[in-house]
């Protein structure tokens, strides 16, 4: 009797180990994707705000030219701070998807998340050729950790964003209440996934990116699989239909109350 039960505190202590071991690897698989999203982020950004201030050095000169001419020096500085703002704007949204460090569960209005992560982006898609149609109410809401599903629509819009790259294009996210769940799309009018690839999406380090695409960079295989778990740890689901040269829909379920 002495030796089995030895034997099941060795197995209790092994799977014990083996559920730390688990949590350690979702933790750092959370950090990792939240890095590489940023790392796509930082270069749309980068290109943006220098958008942002370059214009800022033209608006300061007009005024410094022109003391005499009150209108022209009224309109440069009203375009000076609106751009300012904007520069604001981006940088705040970026530092607060960064930070947001609780994973506290809450009753989060989804379009304020998804139009968040647009400001935090930064960049104008139309000047990509790339027409965003949202169709959520104001008023639905979903319970989740909000940082959490901010990254999982982040890694979703780069994705989308990559597929249409770089010919024009439609990406469209709607959502709609469904018996007490939140069925989210996120659909884009890109190139597809071929039916070779679909069976590995969610396979960690599968990737299609490479540096000669969009983003510039080589893919790390980790973005589906961080939104995956992401949506399992909400007790939701996520699933994907494409077709080649036909687009891309990701389809996720989500408890709109509770878990």
């Known amino acids: 009797m002495a030796p089995i039960i030895e034997k099941r505190r060795s197995l209790n202590m092994e799977l014990e180990n083996q559920r730390k071991e688990n949590s350690n690897l979702r933790s750092r698989l959370t950090k990792l994707q939240t890095l590489a999203n940023m790392g ?16 800022l050095g033209n608006y300061a000169m007009v005024a410094l030219n022109s003391p005499e001419d009150g209108a022209l020096t009224k309109k440069a500085l009203e375009k000076t701070v609106y751009n ?11 530092l607060g998807i960064v930070n947001g460090e609780t994973a506290e ?4 209005k989804l379009k304020n998340l998804v139009e968040d992560v647009f ?6 898609f139309g000047r990509d050729g790339i027409k965003v149609c949202l169709d959520i109410s104001e008023d639905l809401e ?17 994705n989308a964003r990559e597929a249409i790259m770089p010919r024009a294009g439609t990406i469209s996210i709607k959502a709609e209440s469904v018996d007490g769940d939140v069925i989210i799309e996120v659909c884009d009018s890109g190139s597809g996934i071929s039916p ?35 949506i399992d740890s909400h007790n939701g689901t996520i699933t994907v239909e494409s077709q080649e040269g036909q687009g891309t829909k990701f389809i996720i379920t989500l408890p709109e109350k509770t878990i």
């Open 40 to 55: 796509t982020v930082s270069a749309l950004v980068a290109h943006e705000i220098n958008n942002i201030l370059m214009p």
């Open 196 to 230: 070779s690839d679909m069976k590995n999406l969610f396979i960690a380090f599968f990737t299609t990116k490479t540096a000669d695409g969009p983003s510039g960079r080589n893919g790390a295989g980790l973005g589906l699989v961080f939104c995956k778990e992401m």
């Open 119 to 124: 400001a935090c982006i930064g960049r104008d």
């Open 105 to 108: 569960l809450k009753h989060c």
């Open 142 to 158: 979903i319970y989740a950790v909000p940082v959490q599903m901010q990254q999982v629509f982040m890694n979703l819009i780069l």
């Open 84 to 94: 300012s703002s904007r520069a604001s704007e981006i940088l705040e949204s970026i």
